[in-house]
């Protein structure tokens, strides 16, 4: 994925953890999902408006993941997002795990989030602060 045609979002440096290491000494995988869920969730809460109430709140409907190297340990990560796309109802946000310097590239790819009415388990048109931020 190349950031040069994607508007950046958001990043966010990451300090490795002893316990995100497995039995290879390297960062597990499934904890690639969860620096990006982080980097999400920090994203929100930085637009200052609501991204979730009682009433909507975002489901996570894919994520795709290219796994392009092994993460050693210890060290610094960069985690990334960039605007995909912009739908009705949902959001693709492109996402990168880097080296802190930028010059080797761990992971890439996006996740969909969908927008729903709690009420009715349906989708809602995206939230306009959240547009907003995304459009930026």
Partial sequence: MSLDNEKMLFQMPVELRWRDLDAFNHVNNANFLTYLEEARIRWFESI???????????????????????????????????????????LTIGHRITSADGATLYADGHAVLVWIDRASQRPIPLPEPLLRAASK
């Fill in 48 to 90: 200052g408006d609501p991204w979730v109430t009682d009433t909507f709140a975002p489901l996570l409907a894919a994520v795709q993941m290219n796994y392009r190297l092994p993460i050693p340990y210890p060290g610094t990560l960069m985690v990334e997002l960039v605007t995909e796309r912009i739908g009705t109802t949902s």
